[in-house]
Every structure is written in structure tokens, then in C-alpha cells.
């Protein structure tokens, strides 16, 4: 740091920290501005304090205990770059409403769109919703994070041919989560955004389906039901008269669909969004919720195969969360509210058999 740079450092830093820390050394390294001292405030709550002002501030903090004093490392954060256009996130979302605009032409019967190409807005309308969840759903985890001043990337969107045209979607954070509260936060934030949108889907998508016959022996996509869709069913719909089965519409497949990613994200295992709130609310407990959750998809897969998949993954990314840099701030009661709101958006959405 220059010195100019580091006085105002100084004097910035030992304002903010005044009330909660007690400076007795200060002294510069060339590249950090060092100060030791002790904290007026219990050491659990003061290292969450001291990096939220600190990065108030537009500088990085280290936090570092020796021999009964504090250490603080403060740097600024550099050499700010110019904003980059993300192509790769726009190039990725444009493959993917391509490819969900495909799923749901071919899905509303659609074929021949090389001589038709027309045609593949015919699946517009699944495009769209599915498209929607997935949006609401990835940027209620962006703006909880920015919110919290978590550093994080913008959406990275999978495009792909399977059955929903896409493989979803991810965010990738780049700042370690400081407390469990954030940690809950960011990682409720999605499930529930994504979940609201998925249920208006699904109400308005089925007041568009129709009601057909089932045709014995006939091979055809079952879809399994979860609590909650089996239950707006009967709201939008009322009760199936025998013999007859429900045929979706491609906004209420997007609803379903969303329901399916929503549980499949809740699931509480490593860096899922539902490991996330495991460890936030169980602490290293949410090692054990993850391997029961794991025994529990292995014998699940006797009669779904695809949960294989998922133990794999659970395998490969660990059952078990890494620590927050501060797990000892405890939560609020909202904080806990949030949490059991994501277990029971779980168990509505929970289809032990997808598909058939």
C-alpha cells in the first residue's frame, strides 16, 4: 500500500471497528495493514462484526488468533477489472431456450422442423414457465447472496436432449459463506422462489389439460404425483371419473417439472441446496441427515433405477457440508422458520417413483 493509502486504511478500519475492538498495534507490511489487539465483543460474534464493516468498506479482511490477541489483515481488494459480458451465461441460456423450445414442440406433437422450423414455437409456452422456474429459482439464490454480499457468479444454464430439454441450471460461489445464517439464507432462497413459480404453473397449466381415457397395456411417460400435485389436481380438476387419467398440458409439465428439480435440489446432501440448509440448521448433524438420505435413495432405487444417479453424485460431491468461516453465530428464529418452510416444501414435492 502507498502511504497515503494506507493512513486513510487506518483510519477508515479503526473507526468502523472502534466499539467492537480495542486496536493496541497497527503496522503495515508493505501489502497488508496489521492490526492486534482484542475484541470488546464475544469472539463469536465479533469476527462476523468485523468482516461485515470491513467489507462495507471495500476491503478484504483475514481474520487470525495468536497467543490471545486478534489479528486483522486488512488489503484492498485491488485492481478492479471492467465489467465483462458474460457470453458464455448468455450464449448457454440462448441454447437453452432453443432446446426447451424443441422438447415442448416435439411434446405437443410437433416433428419435421427442418422443412417446418416454425413449428418449434409451438413449445413456446413450456419454454417459458420451465424457463421461469428455473430463472426465479437460480437468481433467488444471486440476489440472497448479493444481498449478503456473498460473491457469486450469474446463472449458468445447461442445455441438453432429455426429456425437459435442459439439464437445469447452477450459480457458483466465489466468497466463502461468513455464518450459517447467510448460509441458510442463499441456499432457501432458490427453493422457495422456484417453488412459487412451479405452483402457478402447475394451477394454470392443468385448467388447460384435458381429461382422456387410459388405454390398457398401451406403453406410454407415466409421471408420478407428489402430495402437492396430487392435491392441486383435485382443486383445479376435482376427482378423475374411473378409467380416465389426466393429459398435461406442456405448461403443466413445466410445473411438474419444476416441483421435480425443486425436490431434487432439496435433497440434504454436500453442496445441494439442500445440504445447505442441513448444515445450517444441524450443523455437523447434516452429515448424518446425508447419509441416511443416501441409504434412503438406494433402497428408493429398487423401484425408480434413476435414483442411482443421485447416489452417484452424492458420492462424488461427499454427504457431509464444509464449516462456514464463523459457525458459532447462532440463528435467528426466522432463520429456523426458513429452514423447516424448505423440509416441508420437500415433502410436498417429494415423488418417490418420477417416472414410469
Same mark, same amino acid.
Given at each position: 500500500m502507498k502511504k497515503s493509502q494506507l493512513q486513510k486504511t487506518a483510519s477508515d478500519c479503526r473507526q468502523s471497528l472502534a466499539d467492537i475492538f480495542e486496536a493496541e498495534?497497527?503496522?503495515?507490511?508493505?501489502?497488508?495493514?496489521?492490526?492486534?489487539?482484542?475484541?470488546?465483543?464475544?469472539?463469536?460474534?465479533?469476527?462476523?462484526?468485523a468482516?461485515?464493516?470491513?467489507?462495507?468498506?471495500?476491503?478484504?479482511?483475514?481474520?487470525?488468533?495468536?497467543?490471545?490477541?486478534?489479528?486483522?489483515?486488512?488489503?484492498?481488494?485491488?485492481?478492479?477489472a471492467p465489467k465483462k459480458i458474460p457470453w458464455i451465461n448468455i450464449l448457454l441460456f440462448i441454447l437453452t431456450i432453443f432446446s426447451t423450445l424443441l422438447t415442448g414442440a416435439m411434446s405437443a406433437g410437433q416433428t419435421d422442423f427442418l422443412n417446418h422450423p416454425q413449428r418449434i414455437f409451438q413449445g413456446a409456452s413450456y419454454s417459458f414457465w420451465l424457463l421461469s422456474i428455473l430463472l426465479f429459482h437460480e437468481f433467488g439464490?444471486?440476489?440472497?447472496?448479493?444481498?449478503?454480499?456473498?460473491?457469486?457468479?450469474?446463472?449458468?444454464?445447461?442445455?441438453?436432449?432429455?426429456l425437459f430439454g435442459t439439464f437445469g441450471a447452477f450459480i457458483r460461489a466465489k466468497s466463502p459463506f461468513k455464518n450459517r445464517r447467510e448460509l441458510l439464507e442463499v441456499g432457501a432462497a432458490g427453493p422457495v422462489a422456484g417453488f412459487v413459480v412451479s405452483v @402457478? $404453473? +402447475?394451477i394454470f397449466g392443468l385448467s388447460t389439460s384435458q381429461i382422456v381415457k387410459t388405454i390398457p397395456e398401451t406403453e406410454g411417460l407415466h409421471l408420478g404425483d407428489s402430495l402437492l400435485f396430487s392435491f392441486l389436481s383435485k382443486l383445479v380438476i376435482g376427482d378423475l371419473p374411473i378409467g380416465h387419467d389426466i393429459l398435461l398440458s406442456p405448461v403443466a409439465f413445466a410445473g411438474w417439472a419444476g416441483l421435480l428439480v425443486t425436490m431434487l435440489n432439496l435433497i440434504p446432501i454436500g453442496q445441494l441446496d439442500g445440504g445447505h440448509i442441513s448444515y445450517a440448521l444441524f450443523g455437523n448433524r447434516q452429515k448424518i441427515i446425508g447419509n441416511l438420505a443416501t441409504l434412503g435413495m438406494i433402497g428408493l432405487a429398487y423401484f425408480w433405477p434413476g435414483w442411482l444417479?443421485?447416489?452417484? @453424485? $452424492? +458420492?462424488?460431491?461427499?454427504?457431509d457440508h464444509p464449516p462456514t468461516l464463523n459457525d458459532?453465530?447462532?440463528?435467528?428464529?426466522?432463520h429456523k422458520i426458513l429452514g423447516w418452510i424448505s423440509y416441508a416444501i420437500f415433502i410436498l414435492c417429494f415423488i418417490p417413483v418420477p417416472l414410469q
Open positions: 498495534v497497527l503496522y503495515s507490511d508493505g501489502a497488508e495493514l496489521i492490526i492486534q489487539g482484542r475484541p470488546k465483543v464475544e469472539d463469536n460474534f465479533f469476527k462476523d462484526m468482516y461485515q464493516r470491513i467489507s462495507n468498506l471495500g476491503y478484504n479482511l483475514k481474520v487470525e488468533e495468536t497467543e490471545g490477541y486478534i489479528t486483522l489483515k486488512i488489503s484492498p481488494p485491488g485492481v478492479v439464490h444471486y440476489w440472497a447472496a448479493k444481498n449478503r454480499k456473498v460473491k457469486v457468479t450469474l446463472p449458468y444454464f445447461i442445455p441438453g436432449p432429455t @402457478l $404453473a +402447475i444417479v443421485w447416489v452417484a @453424485l $452424492a +458420492i462424488l460431491m461427499r454427504t458459532q453465530i447462532p440463528l435467528h428464529q426466522s
